[in-house]
């Protein structure tokens, strides 16, 4: 049974930093791509950032290259998004998936990030 828990999320300032924990179960992370996306209010699902099974490297959205970073811990089954930075835009319900192609039939529960000053 595929799950997938994000947390980590929150209301920071402008300019700050969160780190976006993503724990899963059901399946390994050896080899499965795994993305992050984030969704606003009114907005549709779009693709922020994943990570493949492969030697690709991780793939960013223009939005958050240079301030976003993905990673994983394999023996921990945890899939982490490191975001700097934040910005206004930022805000947004931010979750994790085994697929790098917002059509996934797996979701979590997804995780708050508000910024605000």
């Known amino acids: 049974q595929v799950q997938l828990v994000e947390s980590g999320g929150g209301l920071v300032q402008p300019g700050a930093s969160l780190r976006l924990p993503c724990a899963v179960s059901?399946?390994?992370?050896?080899?499965?791509?795994i993305g992050w996306f984030r969704q606003a209010p009114g907005k549709e699902r779009e693709g922020v950032s994943c990570?493949?099974?492969?030697?690709?490297?991780?793939y960013y959205a223009d939005s958050v290259k240079g301030r976003f970073s993905i990673s994983r811990d394999r023996a921990k089954s945890t899939v982490y998004l490191e975001m700097n930075n934040l910005k206004p835009e930022d805000p947004s319900v931010y979750y994790c998936?085994?697929?790098?192609?917002?059509?996934?039939?797996?979701w979590g529960q997804g995780t708050q990030v508000t910024v605000s000053s």
């Open positions: 998936s085994p697929d790098c192609s917002s059509n996934s039939d797996y």
């Open positions: 990570i493949t099974g492969s030697d690709d490297g991780p």
């Open positions: 059901g399946f390994t992370l050896d080899y499965q791509p």
